[in-house]
């Protein structure tokens, strides 16, 4: 009983320290969101409600920054 849970520890250690590194997500631009824009010269419809509609326009969706967070840790000095 003892070897079974040595070996599954050993096992367990191994496969953690030869696991592949994730690698952070790469930063892209506002075109790879994928938020339909309206196009020039295309009429704009007005919604009024809850409806489906198969062509959707965007007129305005927020302010997207890529600033990183940074925080502080408290100390003075």
């Given at each position: 009983?003892?070897?079974?849970?040595?070996?599954?520890?050993?096992?367990?250690?191994?496969?953690?320290?030869?696991?592949?590194?994730?690698?952070?997500?790469?930063?892209?631009?506002?075109?790879?969101?994928?938020?339909?824009?309206?196009?020039?010269?295309?009429?704009l419809g007005?919604?009024?409600?809850?409806?489906?509609?198969?062509?959707?326009?965007?007129?305005?969706?927020?302010?997207?920054?890529?600033?990183?967070?940074?925080?502080?840790?408290?100390?003075k000095g």
């Amino acid at each position: 009983m003892w070897w079974n849970l040595i070996i599954g520890l050993l096992l367990s250690i191994v496969s953690y320290l030869l696991r592949p590194k994730p690698e952070p997500p790469k930063a892209g631009t506002l075109d790879d969101v994928g938020i339909p824009k309206v196009e020039e010269g295309k009429e704009l419809g007005w919604v009024y409600g809850t409806v489906w509609i198969k062509d959707p326009q965007v007129h305005w969706y927020g302010d997207f920054r890529t600033i990183p967070i940074r925080t502080s840790t408290g100390k003075k000095g």
